[in-house]
Structures are given as structure tokens and as C-alpha cells.
């Protein structure tokens, strides 16, 4: 038993339960995913931003008493997180905002924000003594697992569904992971998966299923905060696919709030692709999720089945906040206005969350005087095809200066 | 005049000059390339170890005291450095050594070291009043240069050979630059850039003309240092194409002892492929440098005509350390190592310094009671399709559990 955890909470029908290797909930089966429920005045006792002012750890292991962990030493463990958090000056003037930040999670070890999640599974399966992780994953998940597992001597087992980019499944491979490449789309893939992980008995590091991945993707909200001095932004921005990151997002903030370390929870902005955004459907037309089609170029985004549809329906109602959808066109122009005003490269779901922010504010959802933080949840590189069909490839030039002077290029 | 700079000396010549935007010696042309001389007693008076201690500053503008550079607020640049430095055990175990780190310098903001050198040479570009910055490149400081540029806001033109990687270029058009792709080797890229930069008066960012460069890349050395709590290890370990960033390690360490933060300077392994290793012929037969075929899939240190010859040759000798070469396959076997090992995912010019080291350790230039640090210069999702070719392709299954059995892939 963790001192600093009371237990879970089935966030379907609100059941108590005590704290185990179980991942969700008895009752309501797959559907009844967990919240952990924590103990705030037990970590208050030692956690707290005296506490952190003085921890020079420049990882979201400094937040480890937030994490249903044992405490032990994380050193070993990839350096996952705290993430630079860029003032954008040059991008809030060209969209029309007071002031943007971009937090490029495409900074962490295996180039995206999946890493706070599967830091955080490897961590708990080496505390449970597993030798072997598992997981399905549209690829950044997949990935992380592996590079993360590698590093602590664990074995891995992938599945990605087909359509996983090349930049993906080379990390995989590279980790030395063991790679089922699924003939079919996420759903076909994730069910595998499940059967798998049921059959073998390894550790599930399944987003939609395992609750401790949404208490890792959180420290993207702690270190948000923390960056901002504890006084986070109007509004914070994330693209969603299977509703976990948006889910650590809302509890990472609700943390800080319920520990007394900030004053509020920003609003949550959700951000989907048009061509794959049940989320925003739902929400729209006030009722549950329907499975909808898979059709973005921004690979981590296209969920159509999403299997964490309570924690992100509940970041954005809880916080006041609002979804919105994206055309691809905009996904790419995003992936352009970060790269040429900021320098900061990301993948199409990477730049999705700015991309809300630019059509949230011509909605008036956002409004120009407003602060906000859009989070770039991967690296450019994981995609590089996109990247050039975002930006176009270069024009070839003889090597002279006559050449060069006529070309057109200058 | 910088109060910390004492002036130029030519590294053929030895002529000391006045410290102003000049860029190599005027008695010996293009190729007296220029060090740059510190002066350690003023700088020694407000930087050191404990002033370090102090300091939060989680990027090499920590190391701004030891920069070529006016003081100025660092923080709207990109961040560059503080990467991380792994205890590598399972790698160190697999190659029958003591100790040996990994230094992931895939993790700077565009995915290289060469990061070092951009931000440095954007910072000065600011300083001075420039709009525009150029290089050429084989890919990573062209990328780097373009990236760093775009987050303050400078115009970049980039010269880079027709072979240069799909996720490079990928970079480039994505941060804005304008892209010159040379149809020739890096040699008639170099070559094109020079002219167009004497031509149209941008700041000039070629590593083996501009001196400053080194001053920047030489930070991963003064991070592995402080990292190691100014006991650095035997050996390190590097990569080498043009010679810049070999130079720059030499000359952290040198920096370091001069100012009496370490007892020694650790040994230096210059590593090339036994495709392209100009400086490893010239060293085994003591003689200088000539031209050398380009041939091979490391494309970083794919450099026949190395620009900066004086300052790489010299980190091996004054270091007492030594030169290297190692066939492409044992690159490829490198990154399979390091992924699957440690979860660090370099390129193939990023692992190739680890390559050397088991090469090193089979040939007893480096003993293994000895320590040594690996520096992975870049990420390996910057050249995806050697990675696919190092690591293979994932098998194809069908979406049931009977399929996946049976098909070898558990």
C-alpha cells in the first residue's frame, strides 16, 4: 500500500476500490477505466514549490511524489521532461494574441510527450518485477516504450497498426523491440494487443486502459506551471487522439490546484483533426462517442475509437475549457508558422494544439487579450514526409553563382 | 573589445591578432583558421565551479563566460544543451568495459550538437546586427543554423549537397530558410557558399571558417565535465568529419584545465569511417591531409576535404589520445547497440564515436579498466532509412492471436 494514494475510483460509475495491480474497474469491465486517487494532505507533508525550488533534478522525475510510484532513485531511468517552455513572441503577434508559450515536448528522449507515460510504466513494471512491457500505439507510444524499456533492461512487445510512419517504426526496431505490424487500422491493432497482453501476461502499458500513463502525461501541466512561476496561462492547448494526454493534462493542473500550489485550472483547449474528431463531434451534439473515420495526416491524432472518452470529456468540462476541430490544410500551415517564426519543429498532432489556438481565437473562443500555452506533443522528425508536404522540397542548383543568382531561390 | 577575449592566434602561422569580425588570417588566407585566445585570470574572477553550482540555467548559456559573446539574456534563444549523460552499464558490460557514458547530444533542440554551434553563431549574428545568416552543410548544422536563426528571428540561406538526408532538408524547409541544394559533393556546396557569402555580405556560419563555431561546440565537453563532477572520464570519444567538433571538445577541456576546474584533459578518440577518414591516413602516416572519397552512409562525417584539419589534428595529439576508423557495419551494429542497450537512438554519424570505442577496446588502444565517455552527436530520426537499414523492417501479421503465434515474431 502507497501512503500518498487512497486508492482508485472507477470513472464510469464512481466505485471505491483499493489500490492493486488491477487496471480497471470490476464492475463496469474495459470500459471502467481507474482514476488514482491521491492523498494531497499526505504529500503536502513534503511536496510542495519550497520543496521543488530547491530540487535540481531537470526531469519530470522531480515530480515523482505526484506518481503512483515507491519512491527510488530515477537516475537511471531515460531523462523524460521538463521540456523548454518557449515565450513566442514572433507567433502571438502573427496570430493576434497577448502572449503564446510553446512547450516542445518533441524534446524528450524518443521525440515525443508518450515518454512521461512510459517513463512512468516502465518504472511501475520494474517495481512489479516484470521482465517484459507491451502495448499498442499509432507509433509515439510504441516507441517510447521501447526506448524507455531498453533502457532499463526490459523487454518489449509492439504493436503498430500498418500505417505507422517509417520515422516510428524505425525507433522501434532500433530499441530492439519485438514489432507486430497489424494488417488492419488502430482498433484491429489494440485489440490484438489486448489478447496478447491477456494470453503472455505482460505488463499493459495500453493508454486507454492503464491508469498510471495519465498520471505520467500530467507532468506536462506540472512543469507548465512550474515554468510560469505557478501562475499557468488562460488557456492551455493539446491535441487529442485516444484522450489520455488530455486527461494528465486537466489531472496535472487539478493536482496543483487541489495541493494549494496554484490559484486556478487554465482552461483546456482539445484540439482534433477534422477528418478524425469524435471528441468534438460529441461534444458539439451533447452525447456519447460514436467510432468515427480515421482520415488526417496527423497519424498520432487518428483515433477513431478512442478508449479514454471520460478523462478527456472531463479536462475540458471541468476546466471550463472548449473543443475544437482542425482542417489538415491548417495542421500543415501550423507545422510552417512554428518551424519559421519559433524554430520549433513538430510533427502534424505536435502543432495540431497551435493550430486550435489560431482558429479558436478567429471563433472568439479564445479571445486576443487571453494568455495561452499550446503544447507540441512530438518532434517534426517522427513524420519527415509530412514535413515536406508541409513545406516543399528545395530546388536543385548548379554550383555557380550564376546558377545560383538566376535560380530564384535568394 | 571583449574583456574576456585577449585576441586571434592563426593555428598555421601563429600570428596573434586583434579580436574584431574578421574570420581567418590575413598572411595565410582561407586556411589560417583562427583560435581564439581567452584571457582565464579576468574571466576566472566571476566563473568557476561554485558559480556553476549556483547556477539553474539548464542549457550550455550557463557556459556564456567562456563564449565569444557580449553578456546578453540568453533565454529568448533556442535551448541548446544540458543534454543528458547516461551511465551506460549494459553497454559497458557488452563491450568489456569499466565504465563508459553516453552523451546524447541527439536531444538539442533541432537533434544535434551542432546546435552548439548555431546558437553561438546566431548570438553573434544578433550581436553584430545581421538579417541574415548562411552556411553549407551535409545536413545537421545546416538545420541546426536554420532553426536556431528562426527562433530570433534572422533570415537563413543554406547550402547543402544533393545527398543530404530527406529529414534534414525536411528541417530546413520547415524553419523557413532559403535552400540552396547543390548538385555536387559538399566540397562544390562549401565552395558556392563562400562565393555567394562574399558576395552578398550575410553573417557567415562555414565551421571551418568561422572561429567561433568551435567556441561553441566546445560546451559538451564543459557539460561532461560538470555532469561528471569535474572528473572526467580517460577517454572521450567523438565523431569526425569536418574537424570542427572534435576541435571544440579539445578546446572545453583545455579551457577547463587552464582555468584549473580539472586535473586533466581527458584523452580524445577521433573517430571517422573507414569510408571517409582523411584525418585517420594522415595521422598513421604523418602527413598532412589530402582529399579522400566519400563514401560512406554516415553522411554528418562524410567530409573528403575537412575544413578544419589544425584544430582536429591537434585535440588527438595534445590529448595524447588517438585516430580511429571503423567499417560501416560496425556503425550500423552501433546503433543497434546504443538503441537497444541504453534507448539512445543516434544517427549514424552519432554512434559512430561508440563504434570506435569497441573498436578502440579490440585493437587495446583503450584499455578496459579504463572510463570513457561516448558523445552521440545526433539523432538518429534525422536518417531513417539507415536506421530501417541497421535495424530491418517489422514483420507484417494478421489481426488474430493465432496468426501472431505463428508467426515468429514473440
Same mark, same amino acid.
Given at each position: 500500500?502507497?501512503?500518498?494514494? &487512497?486508492?482508485?475510483?472507477?470513472? &464510469?460509475?464512481?466505485?471505491?476500490?483499493?489500490?492493486?495491480?488491477?487496471?480497471?474497474?470490476?464492475?463496469?469491465?474495459?470500459?471502467?477505466?481507474?482514476?488514482?486517487?491521491?492523498?494531497?494532505?499526505?504529500?503536502?507533508?513534503?511536496?510542495?514549490?519550497?520543496?521543488?525550488?530547491?530540487?535540481?533534478?531537470?526531469?519530470?522525475?522531480?515530480?515523482?511524489?505526484?506518481?503512483?510510484?515507491?519512491?527510488?532513485?530515477?537516475?537511471?531511468?531515460? *531523462?523524460?521532461?521538463?521540456?523548454?517552455?518557449?515565450?513566442?513572441?514572433?507567433?502571438?503577434?502573427?496570430?493576434?494574441?497577448?502572449?503564446?508559450?510553446?512547450?516542445?515536448?518533441?524534446?524528450?528522449?524518443?521525440?515525443?510527450?508518450?515518454?512521461?507515460?512510459?517513463?512512468?510504466?516502465?518504472?511501475?513494471?520494474?517495481?512489479?518485477?516484470?521482465?517484459?512491457?507491451?502495448?499498442?500505439?499509432?507509433?509515439?507510444? /510504441?516507441?517510447?516504450?521501447?526506448?524507455?524499456?531498453?533502457?532499463?533492461?526490459?523487454?518489449?512487445?509492439?504493436f503498430v497498426p500498418q500505417? $505507422?510512419?517509417?520515422?516510428?517504426?524505425?525507433? %522501434?526496431?532500433?530499441?530492439?523491440?519485438?514489432?507486430?505490424?497489424?494488417?488492419?487500422?488502430?482498433?484491429?491493432?489494440?485489440?490484438?494487443?489486448?489478447?496478447?497482453?491477456?494470453?503472455?501476461?505482460?505488463?499493459?502499458?495500453?493508454?486507454?486502459?492503464?491508469?498510471?500513463?495519465?498520471?505520467?502525461?500530467?507532468?506536462?501541466?506540472?512543469?507548465?506551471?512550474?515554468?510560469?512561476?505557478?501562475?499557468?496561462?488562460?488557456?492551455?492547448?493539446?491535441?487529442?487522439?485516444?484522450?489520455?494526454?488530455?486527461?494528465?493534462?486537466?489531472?496535472?493542473?487539478?493536482?496543483?490546484? $487541489?495541493?494549494?500550489?496554484?490559484?486556478?485550472?487554465?482552461?483546456?483547449?482539445?484540439?482534433?483533426?477534422?477528418?478524425?474528431?469524435?471528441?468534438?463531434?460529441?461534444?458539439?451534439?451533447?452525447?456519447?462517442?460514436?467510432p468515427a473515420a480515421e482520415?488526417?495526416?496527423?497519424?498520432?491524432?487518428?483515433?477513431?475509437?478512442?478508449?479514454?472518452?471520460?478523462?478527456?470529456?472531463? /479536462?475540458?468540462?471541468?476546466?471550463?475549457?472548449?473543443?475544437?476541430?482542425?482542417?489538415?490544410?491548417?495542421? %500543415?500551415?501550423?507545422?510552417?508558422?512554428?518551424?519559421?517564426?519559433?524554430?520549433?519543429?513538430?510533427?502534424?498532432?505536435?502543432?495540431?494544439?497551435?493550430?486550435?489556438? *489560431?482558429?479558436?481565437?478567429?471563433?472568439?473562443?479564445?479571445?486576443?487579450?487571453?494568455?495561452?500555452?499550446?503544447?507540441?506533443?512530438?518532434?517534426?522528425?517522427?513524420?519527415?514526409?509530412?514535413?515536406?508536404?508541409?513545406?516543399?522540397?528545395?530546388?536543385?542548383?548548379?554550383?555557380? &553563382?550564376?546558377?545560383?543568382?538566376?535560380?530564384?531561390?535568394?
Amino acid at each position: 500500500m502507497m501512503k500518498h494514494i &487512497l486508492g482508485y475510483r472507477c470513472t &464510469l460509475c464512481g466505485a471505491e476500490l483499493p489500490y492493486d495491480e488491477r487496471m480497471t474497474c470490476p464492475h463496469c469491465g474495459e470500459k471502467g477505466i481507474l482514476d488514482i486517487v491521491f492523498d494531497y494532505n499526505y504529500i503536502k507533508k513534503s511536496f510542495g514549490r519550497a520543496a521543488l525550488a530547491k530540487d535540481r533534478t531537470n526531469s519530470m522525475w522531480r515530480y515523482a511524489p505526484l506518481m503512483p510510484l515507491e519512491p527510488r532513485d530515477f537516475s537511471p531511468f531515460l *531523462r523524460v521532461g521538463w521540456t523548454p517552455l518557449y515565450t513566442a513572441n514572433r507567433l502571438s503577434a502573427e496570430l493576434g494574441l497577448k502572449t503564446l508559450y510553446l512547450k516542445d515536448d518533441g524534446l524528450n528522449p524518443t521525440a515525443s510527450l508518450k515518454d512521461r507515460a512510459s517513463g512512468v510504466a516502465v518504472a511501475k513494471a520494474v517495481e512489479l518485477g516484470y521482465d517484459t512491457i507491451a502495448c499498442s500505439s499509432t507509433g509515439n507510444a /510504441a516507441s517510447s516504450c521501447a526506448g524507455n524499456a531498453a533502457r532499463m533492461g526490459l523487454k518489449t512487445v509492439i504493436f503498430v497498426p500498418q500505417r $505507422a510512419p517509417e520515422g516510428k517504426v524505425a525507433q %522501434l526496431m532500433i530499441f530492439g523491440a519485438k514489432v507486430v505490424s497489424v494488417k488492419g487500422d488502430y482498433k484491429a491493432t489494440f485489440e490484438l494487443s489486448k489478447a496478447a497482453i491477456e494470453k503472455y501476461g505482460w505488463y499493459n502499458r495500453n493508454a486507454g486502459i492503464n491508469p498510471i500513463l495519465t498520471e505520467g502525461k500530467k507532468t506536462v501541466a506540472l512543469e507548465i506551471a512550474e515554468q510560469l512561476n505557478w501562475e499557468p496561462t488562460d488557456w492551455v492547448a493539446v491535441s487529442v487522439g485516444d484522450g489520455c494526454t488530455i486527461g494528465g493534462v486537466y489531472n496535472g493542473f487539478h493536482d496543483l490546484y $487541489a495541493l494549494g500550489m496554484i490559484e486556478r485550472v487554465p482552461k483546456i483547449l482539445g484540439v482534433q483533426s477534422t477528418g478524425c474528431c469524435p471528441f468534438v463531434d460529441a461534444a458539439r451534439e451533447h452525447r456519447p462517442l460514436v467510432p468515427a473515420a480515421e482520415n488526417t495526416l496527423a497519424d498520432s491524432i487518428a483515433v477513431g475509437v478512442p478508449r479514454n472518452p471520460v478523462k478527456a470529456m472531463r /479536462a475540458v468540462s471541468a476546466s471550463n475549457g472548449a473543443w475544437i476541430a482542425v482542417p489538415d490544410e491548417e495542421i %500543415l500551415a501550423a507545422m510552417r508558422l512554428a518551424g519559421a517564426k519559433e524554430g520549433v519543429f513538430g510533427e502534424p498532432a505536435g502543432v495540431t494544439a497551435l493550430a486550435g489556438v *489560431r482558429r479558436a481565437l478567429q471563433e472568439g473562443i479564445i479571445k486576443s487579450g487571453e494568455t495561452v500555452t499550446a503544447i507540441s506533443t512530438g518532434s517534426g522528425l517522427k513524420d519527415v514526409k509530412n514535413a515536406l508536404r508541409a513545406a516543399g522540397t528545395p530546388k536543385l542548383c548548379e554550383p555557380d &553563382l550564376a546558377a545560383l543568382d538566376k535560380s530564384g531561390i535568394l
